[in-house]
């Protein structure tokens, strides 16, 4: 049986850098306001919105110092609804970020909570003794540096997996999960369908707090991995199911580092009263180095990628569903890093990605810009950077560390720098490109000129219209939501191929990763009587895979 959230294609819009509707140069909800007639004629169902909460904006939102109103950058809470009301109108459910690992250090509590060790609020937040003037534990932070900050005025240190403006909330205590609830259940009430709820496989640490045994010495990692699933997470997300997300008709996806596919049918398996789905990382960390993590410009192999999804579609069939991204704001611009953004190739290889993504099992999401093939951006001095992970770990790494240079440093983050998803949308050949009149808060992609919506929507052949028969073709043929998923040729390192059956029907999917000529025998891949559904190439010789090519076929099969 499939359910409504399973056959849905989500469309993120990171609100910063959507459309900017009062030339202060940050986007904002009467911008995204302005755009959803676009979401709805590219298809999608469900928009989920990064974070629009009264924040003081260290980690663009992901530093919450009010859950329940919102960023006056952003605009107030009745701009809220009306795009909550202009999505129901449309036929579109509204997902919204929930960032309860953390709040900010300027949330209320946190306020009380380091005023002394008395007060009420003291052990909302998890707070511990140095070791001989040392912190409690060896663990990094996700940006760079200790999770531990030092407090003079309770004579403490408290934790933060991110920022130090990013203190984690003490979940063990029930005071804290109340509040999260009521919170949540107050948000459910405004009308909202759906959450994604930021790394929420951290909210239970491990017990009792000990060093990370897999921090090497000169490592420049986080422990992240060695903190997540800790011991009460599924009972802390069981009781948030049974207090708040029941209640409701909603949409939840977990964003969950460090999973592996028993741990994310632990967490959204159909019948584990959780969640509905986790966003898993290990398709985005092939490339990672030991020492400093994703801050290299290694590049993935193609196997190792088949290897990775493919592990992911087979484990979960049947048990949990799958969440499909190649892009949000966290990671580089897919056409970039698995495809080929040099004009020749960019709206050929972005095509190829696209149908090689969504014609898994599981729910796509589409991150706003992808849908044009916007790429990574380089700007040539480092000062121009906005992301607090960019910056903290730069002059971690580079000036205090030395551990790479400058050059290395700058190469990595043109390369996996998360403002590279983050550049201002770019709607038209106009200044900056259409998004703000005034100066935007992070610089626009010198190509919006060629590449921008205007643009896409003039085009028949646009990477847009690719991507709307995509989203229409999975409402059309059911195997593409239910399908069985088998990895074909697993070693082949140019072409990845794979096919998806229920009952007689077979679908066969194509993809020619490279900028080369191939030959492979997909004629005898197929059933009988094939239909081409996409591709973005004209018909031509079934076994000749051109430059960056990519088809998906639908056939019969016997026996
Ligand atoms: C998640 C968010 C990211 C944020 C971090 C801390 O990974 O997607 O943008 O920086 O959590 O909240
Ligand atoms: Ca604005």
Redesign the pocket.
Known sequence: MTVWWQKAVVYQVYPRSFQDSNGDGIGDLQGVLQHIDYIKKLGADVVWLNPVYRSPND??G?DISDYQQIQPDFGTLADLRAVIDACHQNGLRLMMDL?V??TSDEHDWFVASRTSREDPFHDFYIWREGRNGNPPTNWRS?FGGSVWQYDPQVDQYYLHM?TKK?PDLNWRNPKVRQKVFDMMDWWCQQGIDGFRM??INLISKPEPLTDDPHLTQDARTSSLGYVANGPHAHEYLQAMNQQVLRRYPLMTVG?T?DVTPDDAIKYAGFDRGELQMVFQFEHMQLENDPVVGKWTTNRASLPALKAALSRWQTALDGKAWNSLYWN???QPRVVSRFGNDLAEYRELSAKMLANTLHMMQGTPYIYQGEEIGMTNVAFADIRNYRDV?IKNTYRELVEETKTLTPAQMKAAIEYRG?DNARTPMQWRDAPNAGFTTGTPWLGVNPNYPQINVDAALMDPNSIFYFYQRLIQLRKDYPIITDGHYALLDPDDEAVFMYTRTLGDQQLLMVSNFTDQTLQRPVAARLGTQPEGLISNYPAADVDTLRPYETRTYLSTVVG
Request: glycine letters at 0%.
């Open positions: 980690d663009n992901y960032v690992n953390h996700e991110f990013q930021d790394v964003e580092p949000n704001h966290d992970e998360r």
